[in-house]
């Protein structure tokens, strides 16, 4: 069963929203509610009124992923806000809700675990690092 993307926030001209929304179209991802963080501009209290809703986060900075499971670990609320929120105090884009798992900034790899698909390597059963035998 494939994973249904509720909730999609990204910014046009951001180079990771872009990505976020090519992967989600080259997959056959269609969010049910899209909003652009230029015109719907969230803050500090609807980022955690968002967040509340959410049992996992993910959030990619750079390279790294961060995953916290809200309920066996409750960060507080302003290391939850420095992960969450850019350094114009609004919700990172891109960010997207399916279900209660919210994913914040992109990473193909957190993506395709959030919604429910296999690498086609793991799927052959080798190594994240192995290349197929010619």
Known sequence: MQARVDWFYGRAGCGASASA??????????????????????????????????????????RFTVYIHLRSHKPDADALARLVLGRTGRLRAPSMRCGTTFVIGF??????????MRDARAAAGMSPGAFPAA
């Open 107 to 116: 990473d193909e790899a957190t993506y395709r675990n959030v919604l429910g």
């Open 21 to 62: 929304k090519e992967f989600l179209a080259k997959h056959g991802f269609r969010p049910v509610r899209t909003l652009d963080a230029r015109r719907a501009r969230l803050g500090r209290m609807e980022a955690f009124r968002l967040l509340k809703q959410a049992v996992e986060i993910y959030v990619t900075r750079g």
